[in-house]
């Protein structure tokens, strides 16, 4: 079972910085980043559509030139990353989990990806229409749907995609879905888990792989998990 650093890991450092993926890097196996657009069209590193709550900026991301983005605080001391920045720092070295948010960015996140052939890649997206996107300019990239709510359609619709992972609310998760979506050839991988008690379950369920806020931290439940076993 895999571990995925969300946005970094940043229950310890501020979000989706690189200074975050860096922290999650040491003990994950991927990493995930939020991809926007910045007023010129550059792929840049922010969850929300405004500036407000994880910088010392106002407004809406793509109101902002790179200029504009660079010169801001993302928490201590850190910029806005764009996603070159971002596939240069993680390449031969980590895995990346690329979430696209907003329709219509798909071209210019696309040229990015391509430009550095990173092979251990996923991306991800709560719109299909992006994944679709995604697909006809990345043939052959692995891509996931992120799903915050049951909808018993998912695995048809997730295998009809040609999609390779369903990224379900932990919330979500119960043995017979996960046993569909494994019929289908379909990885999970939940979000977001961070106690040893969603660990354990996930354990349990068989899930593929988890995102968390404190990937060090996952990874050190597991393996005293690990000792734990090969000690009795």
């Not at 200074?19 to 550059?42: F, K, P």
């Not at 900026?57 to 902002?64: D, E, F, K, R, Y």
């Not at 009809?160 to 996960?178: H, R, S, T, Y």
């Amino acid at each position: 079972m895999f571990i995925i650093g969300h946005r970094g890991a940043r229950a310890v450092e501020p979000e989706n910085t690189l200074r975050a993926i860096r922290t999650g890097m040491d003990c994950a196996n991927y990493v995930e980043v939020d991809v926007r657009l910045s007023r010129e069209g550059i792929p840049v590193i922010m969850h929300d559509t405004m500036l407000d709550r994880t910088t010392n900026g106002t407004g809406p991301v793509n109101a902002h030139t790179l200029e504009e983005l660079k010169s801001l605080d993302a928490g201590r001391g850190e910029s806005i990353p764009t996603l070159e920045e971002v596939c240069r720092l993680v390449s031969g070295r980590c895995g990346l989990f690329v979430e696209i948010k907003e329709r219509g960015s798909e071209t210019a996140i696309s040229r990015v990806i391509r430009e550095f052939g990173l092979k251990d890649l996923f991306v991800v997206s709560f719109h299909q229409e992006s994944i679709i996107a995604a697909l006809s300019h990345l043939p052959g990239v692995r891509t996931g749907i992120i799903v915050s709510k049951d909808t018993a359609s998912l695995p048809g619709a997730a295998q009809e995609l040609g999609i390779d992972a369903v990224l379900p609310k932990f919330a979500l998760l119960n043995d017979a879905l996960i046993a569909e979506y494994h019929a289908r050839d379909l990885l999970v991988v939940s979000w977001t888990l961070n106690t040893p008690e969603e660990f354990m379950v996930a354990a349990s369920l068989g899930i593929d792989g988890f995102a968390t806020d404190d990937p060090c931290r996952a990874r050190k439940y597991f393996q005293a998990r690990k000792k734990f076993h090969e000690s009795e």
